[in-house]
């Protein structure tokens, strides 16, 4: 089955700064990859995702790329802000996997001001 | 509002005891799922719903079980089987965008 690896575990930035994260995945079927942004006490919200024909997504502050022959994806932010602390956590999608994700384990975010 | 409703937000747990948690959605998906999340870890899939009254086991459904007799509401029992049921439980719904999944606020469970 599929496996998603997350790294780094915990990120601390200064604001303004940029931030990167980095997933890989093992199945190379999977062609869907979103990311989630958890806030403490609530659940994910999706913020960005990108399918796997499509090489970069960018959404204002917010890209993700895609490599997939290396079978990797990175989650970028620039210009980073307070409320941009949060978990996020990447996901990868297989082609039959009824809508199932494999989660990454996660990255702790933190913008100080 | 259309959403995901998780209750309670906070439960607790007798020894021996059977929970449930409920999860409802009024955003007509066919599709629910159950994960569990702990600290440090990602998201583990209990259970999964593609239609009403069929659902399957996902990767840690051992201590679990779920129902699916309404398209809206599907609720997940943690049975006394389950001998380590502290985490926090995230519902979510998958619609006719057969990819993206919407998550509920989530409820946390700790054993008395």
């Known amino acids: 089955g599929e496996n998603v690896e997350q790294h780094p575990s915990t990120l601390s930035v200064q604001e303004g700064d940029s931030a990167v994260i980095k997933c890989t995945y093992s199945d190379s079927a999977s062609n869907y990859f979103p990311w989630y942004k958890q806030e403490l006490g609530k659940g994910p919200q999706l913020i960005i995702d990108?399918?796997?024909?499509?090489g970069e997504k960018k959404d204002q502050r917010i890209a993700v790329t895609l490599n997939k022959t290396a079978k990797h994806f990175s989650l970028h932010i620039t210009e980073t802000q307070p409320e941009d602390s949060a978990v996020y956590f990447c996901?990868?999608?297989?082609?039959?996997?009824?809508?199932?994700?494999?989660f990454g384990a996660g990255t702790q975010v933190v913008v100080t001001p | 509002d259309g959403g995901i409703t998780q209750s309670p937000k906070y439960l607790f747990r007798k020894e021996g005891q059977n929970v449930t948690l409920s999860c409802e959605q009024n955003l007509n998906h066919d599709a629910m799922y159950w994960y569990r999340q702990d600290p440090g870890q990602g998201l583990r899939l209990i259970y999964y719903s593609q239609i009403v009254n069929d659902f399957q086991k996902g990767d840690i459904a051992e201590g679990y079980s779920v129902s699916r007799e309404k398209k809206e509401s599907f609720p997940l029992t943690v049975t006394s089987a389950q001998k380590n049921p502290t985490a926090f439980y995230l519902c979510?719904?998958?619609?006719?965008?057969?990819?993206?999944?919407?998550f509920g606020a989530g409820t946390r469970l700790s054993v008395l």
């Open positions: 996901a990868a999608q297989g082609p039959d996997s009824w809508g199932k994700f494999q």
């Open positions: 990108i399918r796997s024909n499509v």
């Open positions: 979510a719904s998958r619609g006719a965008d057969k990819n993206i999944q919407y």
